[in-house]
Every structure is written in structure tokens, then in C-alpha cells.
């Protein structure tokens, strides 16, 4: 599976905005897809999960209320809307994959950088 994110950027806090990432290479019926980041000098973070077969989500703490993970069959792509920035949502943003009986995602994108200015 090949992951293509894109979408990151510099927006004020407040502001929104939505990544994407593009999967090629396999039928993804049986996949979960999900976006994790990472912040300058800390671990990575979990963000958000959906489920591909039947678009099931789950959110990490820090973002729920404020991000929205989806994701359009027809393009094989997920997404995800960003509200209400915060700076502390400065981060590379990764997608990535895995098959839905695993725990452990293989396939990664190459992120893609989100500042959020004060």
C-alpha cells in the first residue's frame, strides 16, 4: 500500500484545515486507516482511526470534538478536517494503514507539516 498525504500548511489558531491521503496499491476493504502525528521533540501521537469497510472512527483525546476523520471509497482517500486549531496541534501529520485484524500499522505516508500560529 502506497500513502500520499498532503493538505498541511500554516493557519492562525481558530483556523481549519484538511488533510488528505491518497492510497494506491491495494483493496482497502479490509483496512484501517488513521493519522498520527508528531510534535518537535515528543513521541508520536495517535489521532484519529476509521475503519474502511464500514466507517467506524475513533479519536484521540486531545482532538475530539475539534477533528473529523473520513473517508471516500470511490477515491481511496481519508481525510481529515481540522477545527478550532490550536497551537499545540503543531505537528508532522502521518497517515497510515493496516489490516483490520492487525494491531501494528505497516504502511506509512510521508507527512506533512500543520503550524498553528497564536
Known amino acids: 500500500v502506497q500513502l500520499q498525504a498532503c493538505g498541511g500548511g500554516l493557519v492562525q489558531a481558530g483556523g481549519s484545515l484538511r488533510l488528505s491521503c491518497a492510497a494506491s496499491?491495494?483493496?482497502?476493504?479490509?483496512?484501517?486507516m488513521a493519522w498520527f502525528r508528531q510534535a518537535s521533540g515528543k513521541e508520536r501521537e495517535f489521532v484519529a482511526r476509521?475503519?474502511?469497510?464500514?466507517?467506524?472512527?475513533s479519536y484521540g483525546d486531545s482532538v475530539k470534538g475539534r477533528f473529523t476523520i473520513s473517508r471516500d471509497n470511490v477515491k481511496n482517500t481519508v481525510y481529515l478536517q481540522m477545527n478550532s486549531l490550536k497551537p499545540e496541534d503543531t505537528a508532522v501529520y502521518y497517515c497510515?494503514?493496516?489490516?483490520?485484524?492487525?494491531?501494528?500499522?505497516?504502511?506509512w505516508g510521508q507527512g506533512t507539516q500543520v503550524t498553528v500560529s497564536s
Open positions: 476509521v475503519s474502511w469497510s464500514d466507517g467506524t472512527t
Open positions: 497510515a494503514c493496516r489490516p483490520s485484524l492487525t494491531a501494528s500499522y505497516p504502511y
Open positions: 496499491g491495494r483493496t482497502l476493504s479490509k483496512y484501517n
